[in-house]
């Protein structure tokens, strides 16, 4: 019997389209991820040499992708979210995003995008408190989105599936602008083929579809490295083939240590003493406290070489230095060699990192400022939203001093001190405490307290306070 045909555009119709999809993606994701790991795959041997070698094979991974991946990541980091022509950060906005750990989270889903090449984010309303709504990081194995033809921003649809780990059904949520979708359906076993069995998921005091308040699909990509046509790509995508070759570097190096690094000897002209079966006795042992004597003058003993190995080191740090020039990654992150290097050769060093970070943050700073204008939207806020900016740690690594001369520098300009508090790398939070330190200090002095323009004035001492009192 025939399966009843699903409308084009229907609820039904995405689930199927976009569960599809995102089992091809998990693919790639699970590379990505082996790689990220240092799971990199093995040489294919024969069974004879498979129980011998694997030991050095496990041994031959060295994980350079990984160092590129945290490069990256660890330089991408929102300090906050400004709203219109606001001076500093938002503070309602900062408070939902650190109401929902997204101070902590922000690092994981960056983290997963350099990696994997895109992940999610997703908004709900919170029943509980309507003034903070939810805001989840979502992985791109559970999550996808869909757009409208033609656009790269305009979602039309959009689907989270997982494993439910009580139950182990497989779930799945279709979001769509005006009502979301819950369906569920047993785990596929191995060797089932065929779509899952879905069926509608009832929630109780739910109804089915339920409404979307947003009007808008809540899932958000993040995606790294995108391109016209809505592809994206993994930090690491282009150079795994580098990485392989670093590896059977690597193990070639490490069956010549095995087998050809120790200095063989030969001799001619002496004949091996047997013992009473027949069997060859070893005449000769090699320590540091032992001498080998040959009363025949006929004997002749020799070695061979040992092989030298530096081809072989020479081989991978090339290796490790092309993918430090297609990754823009600063070769000493992945050498492990600085020596003697100055402030602004280390800077020039940096430059490419530095560059590739903020050219990473623009898409990722787009998808953030979609997520905060929907929780905001979904707390009741009534602001013009159309102009948010994210505030991005600064990438690039000073000294103190030359951050603080810099600054110096800058408010010879005439930059506000907020912005001067922002270049210096404090928090939303430090900066609008600072602000309000300074506020209340100039009030005090418009109030006649001179001693507010020098700070707090130190306790007298015992004998400061008897002359006082005098």
Request: a negative charge.
């Amino acid at each position: 019997m025939a399966a009843p045909k699903v409308e084009v555009g229907s609820a039904e119709w995405w689930r199927d389209r976009l569960y599809e999809e995102l089992s091809e993606r998990r693919k790639y994701a699970d590379v990505m991820r082996c790689y990220y790991s240092g799971d990199h795959p093995l040489a294919k041997l024969t069974d004879k040499a498979r129980e011998g070698f694997q030991r050095l094979l496990r041994q031959s991974r060295s994980n350079y992708v990984g160092l590129v991946v945290d490069a990256t990541a660890e330089r991408i980091q929102v300090d906050g979210v400004r709203i219109g022509g606001e001076e500093v950060g938002d503070e309602e906005a900062w408070r939902i995003w650190q109401a929902n750990n997204l101070d902590a989270d922000s690092d994981l889903i960056t983290t997963e995008a350099v990696k994997c090449s895109r992940s999610f984010m997703l908004v709900a309303p919170n029943p509980d408190d309507a003034t903070t709504p939810f805001v989840t990081g979502e992985d791109m194995t559970q999550a996808i989105v869909a757009y409208v033809p033609g656009s790269r921003r305009e979602r039309a649809a959009g689907l989270k599936s997982w494993v439910d780990d009580w139950t182990g059904e497989l779930m799945a949520t279709v979001y769509m602008p005006n009502a979301i979708y819950k369906f569920k359906a047993p785990m596929p076993t191995k060797g089932m083929v065929g779509k899952p069995k879905w069926v509608t998921r009832e929630i109780e005091s739910e109804p089915w579809p339920a409404p979307n308040p947003l009007g808008v699909v809540p899932l958000v990509e993040v995606p790294n490295r995108p391109d016209l046509l809505g592809n994206a790509m993994s930090e690491i995508e282009d150079v795994l083939d580098i990485q392989d070759r670093i590896n059977k570097t690597i193990i070639d190096r490490m069956m010549a240590q095995e087998f050809a690094a120790f200095r063989q000897r030969w001799m001619t002209g002496y004949e091996v003493p047997t013992n009473e079966a027949g069997q060859p006795i070893e005449p000769f042992k090699a320590a540091v406290d032992r001498l080998w004597v040959i009363e025949d003058e006929n004997v002749k003993i020799g070695e061979f070489q040992a092989t030298d190995i530096s081809p072989y080191l020479r081989a991978v740090e090339a290796d490790v230095k092309d993918m430090a020039a297609r990754t823009r990654t600063p070769s000493q992150y992945l050498l492990g060699a600085m020596v003697n290097i100055s402030g602004d050769a280390l800077k020039a060093a940096e430059s490419g990192l530095v560059s590739k970070v903020k050219q990473r943050q623009r898409p990722f700073g787009e998808a953030i400022e979609e997520v905060v204008r929907l929780y905001l939207r979904a707390a009741g806020d009534t602001r013009d939203l159309s102009a948010i900016e994210v505030i991005w740690h600064n990438p690039e690594f000073r000294t103190e001093g030359e951050l603080v001369d810099a600054l110096l520098k800058m408010s010879t300009l005439g930059v506000p001190h907020e912005a001067l508090w922002e270049r210096w790398g404090a928090s939303q939070t430090e900066i609008s405490m600072w602000r309000e330190q300074r506020d209340q200090a100039a009030q005090r002095i418009v109030a006649g307290d001179i001693a507010a323009l020098y700070g707090t004035k130190p306790p007298m001492t015992e004998a400061e306070d008897g002359e006082a009192a005098g």
